[in-house]
């Protein structure tokens, strides 16, 4: 019988491709259990492991939340901009974005376009109170557009998106480390490279990330809270899907949870290792801008 040739290995545009296609996959399986704790959960599935829909939010199967619609806003306003993160393109392009009328939407992501509705103004006030994950969850486009970009124009195309509803220290920490994380995820970093190279140093410089011991399960929308959730099970898993049923198994802020893991564990681990049933269970038009436009969104000089 002849052998079955190895699949490819990720390269840089599927890799790509597999973080935008992560967190609507992450959004889709972990919106059912939005709010639910991990003993409920128990109690009603088992184990949450297929994209089935409903939860609080009544989903039809492979309907994405919040997560994926703002990260796909964002994209398209990046892409209408020759590749630049520009603040009111990004406050005009979640002003639409919340004129259609999503499913849901955070109380903090609403204040802030209603800011900008209000003022013109595309990015808030400092606030303590805007420590939630609503700027993390949709920053994947930044940072395939920032791709071989130095820190600090990579933080400067972070804070373009993320103060347009979050400016707070934590939140921006947050895109800090998930930047430098995907970038060298897409570069190809091995996992022990993501923890001992970024992930521990960074906890160790700002304690308030630290994510060794193990934290609580039910991660709320704080994200100190999120971030900790992601990296564990990203770090606790050997596969795209093992990471994201362990992170949206834990309830809480689930759809945001799963779609930030996704977005790394699709980085990481590239197309090949998304189960095909995931793929088919996903809303079909999402699946269609998500499997291509991460690619688009990579500066053409990184692919050459």
Same mark, same amino acid.
Request: with cysteine; aromatic share 6%.
């Given at each position: ?14 890799? =790509?491709? =597999?973080? @935008?296609?992560?967190?609507? #996959? ?7 259990? +939005?709010?639910?704790?991990?003993? +409920? ?5 088992? #184990? ?22 703002? @990260? ?15 603040? #009111? /393109? ?24 209603? &800011? ?18 609503? /700027? ?6 930044? %940072?395939?557009?920032?791709?071989? =970009?130095?820190?600090? %124009? ?11 509803? &979050? ?17 060298? /995820? ?16 960074? =906890? ?37 899907? +093992? ?10 802020? %689930?759809?945001?949870?799963? %779609? ?6 699709? /980085? ?37």
């Amino acid at each position: 019988m002849p052998k079955t040739a190895p699949p490819a290995p990720p390269t840089l545009s599927t890799r =790509a491709n =597999a973080a @935008m296609l992560g967190v609507a #996959l992450g959004d889709a399986l972990g919106a059912t259990l +939005e709010f639910m704790t991990p003993a +409920e959960i128990r109690h009603q599935y088992g #184990l949450h492991h297929e994209i089935t829909g409903g939860g609080w939010l009544r989903l039809k199967p492979g309907q994405i939340t919040d997560d994926t619609g703002m @990260m796909l806003a964002l994209s398209a306003a990046i892409l209408q901009n020759d590749g630049q993160v520009i603040p #009111l /393109a990004c406050a005009k392009a979640f002003d639409g974005w919340m004129r259609n009328r999503p499913v849901d939407i955070g109380n903090t992501v609403r204040r802030g376009i209603v &800011h900008f509705r209000l003022s013109g103004q595309a990015a808030v006030q400092p606030s303590i109170e805007a420590a939630g994950n609503g /700027a993390l969850m949709r920053c994947l486009p930044v %940072a395939l557009a920032t791709f071989g =970009a130095d820190e600090a %124009a990579t933080m400067a195309a972070w804070q373009a998106q993320a103060h347009v509803t &979050h400016n707070n220290a934590l939140s921006d920490l947050s895109g800090t480390l998930f930047m430098r994380l995907v970038h060298a /995820a897409l570069a190809g970093a091995n996992k022990r490279q993501l923890l001992h190279e970024i992930a521990h140093p960074f =906890a160790k410089a700002h304690p308030e990330f630290v994510f060794r011991p193990k934290r609580r399960d039910y991660p709320s929308g704080y994200v100190v809270d999120t971030v900790q959730a992601v990296l564990q099970a990203f770090f606790d898993t050997d596969t795209f899907d +093992e990471c994201l049923v362990e992170v949206v198994n834990r309830g809480g802020d %689930a759809d945001t949870t799963g %779609a930030i893991a996704g977005m790394l564990a699709g /980085a990481h681990y590239g197309m090949g290792a998304i189960p095909a049933r995931w793929l088919k269970q996903l809303d079909p038009a999402i699946y269609a801008r998500c499997a291509v436009e991460g690619e688009k969104l990579l500066p053409r000089s990184q692919l050459q």
